[in-house]
């Protein structure tokens, strides 16, 4: 890639980054409806919460391969906060359409 074309493609994915970052401020406005979307809610319900899962279901595995290898260091709270709690909390707990 020529020196010229690396430098303007740098610049643009620069701006772009920035027009994002930029989309995502919002000002503290107590009149702002903060509830998600329909479009958000559905987005979660049917794409984020079944990936969830399935993270969850992998994290707890995960876990117990690596349960032997923590009982010889005594350290089992935070990799089962970590790789179980976690990703439960994530798929079970927060509201519908909350992404973050």
């Known amino acids: ?3 010229r074309r ?13 027009l994002v970052l930029a989309c995502q401020v ?25 990936l969830a899962l399935v993270g969850t279901i992998a994290g707890t595995a995960v876990y117990i391969v690596s349960l032997p290898f923590n009982l010889l260091t005594l350290n089992l709270a935070e990799p089962g ?7 439960a909390k994530y798929t079970f ?5 909350d992404l973050e």
């Open 26 to 50: 919002q000002a503290e406005d107590p009149q702002i409806d903060t509830t998600p979307s329909a479009e958000a809610m559905t987005f979660d319900l049917f794409i984020m919460r079944p």
């Open 93 to 97: 707990v927060r509201d519908l359409g």
């Open 6 to 18: 690396l430098f303007q493609f740098c610049a643009h994915a620069a701006a772009a980054a920035l």
């Open 81 to 87: 906060r970590r790789l179980v709690v976690e990703p």
């Open 1 to 3: 890639m020529k020196p």
